[in-house]
């Protein structure tokens, strides 16, 4: 997707779209830029019949000689209700309409947006990434031509140069799209091409990209180094795990410490041997959803390159049933020196997580670490899809994150962690299980993994099994992968001090 901007006079634009609040399109009507450049919509039915309705929309063809073929016109409901929410919901109609249209560009003037809102660079910048996210398309594996159709390009009418802000809102597309993209195509490519070692390759070569240092953990130094709850997860698969890291640290950064995220990524999740039931299972090759978010980050943050030292730390691993695969009632010893009782090998991605997040604290110390991961269905029941549980060791942290993610349209949801949950992953012959008895399912998940974080350091785990995927599209997000997290993330980046 291009994104770029246009003063009008200068080229003939292909759709061009302009929203209204019900009962208001006189604000649209007395607005200078529609005055000047759109007097001849009023011409049209469609500029009669339409009401501003929330997700009403129409459109008209424009006369020869206007600077747009065609416009479409959205309605935005009443003002009172209006939410970031809504908007995503109406640029998804206007995407619809502008891909029947067969609209290759679509052409969005920014002086219109005020009716909407005095300041609207928000509104605008979530417009661009809207219509983005909903474009997106997976054609990797289909051999028979798609049908056209596809919007390409974005332009952003002004009537002079952009200054600063503005820039800024393009500035910001250019660095996200292509890492959301990236997630977005790991996650809906099949197990048996993303595998540990290709998500690895994969991995190293954005780092190449951007200048970010890169380590690969083989599972054989991954043993080597006591890894023993990562390494039992990994061997049931003949496919090798690995864990990489990928750093980025500007000069004289060195010896700052880090913020580190951290991602399950299990690329695919069959249960092992307390196998999963066969209805949906495909759709557990999203397991490694967290370590795609966590990749898209460092990806952006090469990009962005802004003052303070990132990790990003993605455990990769095939949960899979063999003759060597580790068992219900085994023990681990994992790489913190803490034993681990295997109840269900289905509970694997804290396996893989506790091994990750000690190394994070051993190795780099950080001043924050997130770790990201679809660790629960209980999160779907408890949450719906579209939010993300979190928790973590301090309040105020969990509703910073929280409040972040808000603004770029990513919801958060706070659990509690209260210390009595840890009683029930007790654990008759280690320190622990690794799952409790089926009650607060997501919180135990927090629980867990809270065991290897140092009380020192500030911590969240983000449970994303609802966004991570989304069964039917919702809000601005297409039927698929999501990459949720990785805007969040990058929001984390950019306010932490
Ligand atoms: N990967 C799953 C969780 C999941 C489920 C993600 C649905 C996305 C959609 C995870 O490894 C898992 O199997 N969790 C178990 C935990 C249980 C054994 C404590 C679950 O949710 O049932
Ligand atoms: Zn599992
Ligand atoms: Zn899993």
């Known amino acids: 997707m291009k994104i770029r901007w246009l003063v009008p006079e200068y080229e003939r634009c292909d759709v061009l779209v302009l929203f209204a609040f019900e009962g208001e399109k006189d ?4 607005n200078r830029w529609f005055q000047k450049h759109c007097l001849w919509l009023t011409e049209s039915y469609a500029w009669d019949y339409f009401k501003g309705k929330n997700k009403q929309v129409f459109h008209a063809f424009a006369p020869r000689d206007a600077f747009v073929e065609k416009c479409v016109l959205a309605g935005l409901g009443k003002r009172e209700v209006f939410s970031m929410d809504r908007w995503y919901e109406v640029v998804a109609e206007v995407v619809q309409r502008v891909t029947q249209l067969e609209g290759k560009s679509l052409a969005i003037p920014f002086p219109v947006l005020s009716i909407i809102k005095e300041s609207a660079h928000d509104i605008l910048r979530e417009f661009l990434y809207a219509v983005f996210s909903l474009s997106y398309k997976f054609n990797r594996y289909k051999t028979a031509e798609e049908p056209a159709g596809e919007i390409s390009e974005q332009i952003v ?81 003949q496919k090798e795990g690995k864990i990489v890291i990928l750093e980025y640290c500007p000069r004289g950064c060195e010896n700052e410490k880090p913020i580190a995220f951290v991602g399950k990524g299990i690329t695919f999740d069959t249960g092992g041997i307390s196998i ?36 990003g730390i993605m455990p990769l691993a095939e949960n899979m049933p063999d003759g060597r695969a580790y068992r ?10 803490k034993t681990v009782e295997v109840i269900s090998t289905d509970a694997e991605g804290r396996l893989i997580l506790c091994d990750a997040l000690a190394y994070a604290v051993k190795t780099y110390s950080p001043a924050f670490i997130a770790d990201i991961a679809t660790l629960t269905g209980a999160c779907i029941i408890a949450l719906g899809d579209r939010v993300a549980g979190i928790m973590g060791n301090r309040q105020d942290v969990v509703e910073r994150v929280r409040q972040l993610g808000e603004k770029v349209g990513e919801k958060f949801w706070p659990l509690p962690l ?11 012959i280690a320190d622990m299980k690794n799952v409790g008895n089926r009650k607060a399912g997501t919180i135990i998940g927090a629980v867990f993994l809270k065991q290897f974080i140092p009380d020192e350091i500030p911590w969240v785990h983000i449970d994303i099994a609802g966004p991570a995927w989304a069964e039917k599209p919702w809000f601005h997000m297409p039927k698929g992968a999501t990459g949720f997290g990785i805007r969040t993330f990058m929001e984390i980046v950019k306010a932490w001090d």
């Open 157 to 237: 009418l002004l009537e002079e140069e952009p200054g600063g802000a503005l820039l800024d809102v393009l500035a910001y597309m250019d660095t996200i799209m292509g890492p959301v993209k990236r997630a977005r195509d790991l996650i809906t490519a099949p197990s048996n091409e993303i595998t540990p070692e290709r998500f690895a390759l994969e991995a190293v070569s954005v780092a190449e990209a951007h200048g970010l240092k890169s380590i690969v953990i083989s599972q054989k130094e991954a043993e080597e180094k006591g890894m023993g709850a990562f390494v039992a997860v990994a061997r049931g698969s």
């Open 276 to 311: 999963k039931p066969a209805q949906n299972m495909e759709l557990m090759k999203h397991d490694m959803a967290g370590a795609a978010a966590v990749l898209g980050t460092m990806e952006a943050v090469g990009i962005l390159k802004p003052p303070r030292r990132v990790v």
């Open 328 to 337: 219900p009632g085994d023990v681990l010893k994992t790489y913190s020196g």
């Open 418 to 428: 209260w210390d009595f949950y840890g009683e029930d992953i007790k654990s008759d």
């Open 27 to 30: 604000r649209l009507y007395e």
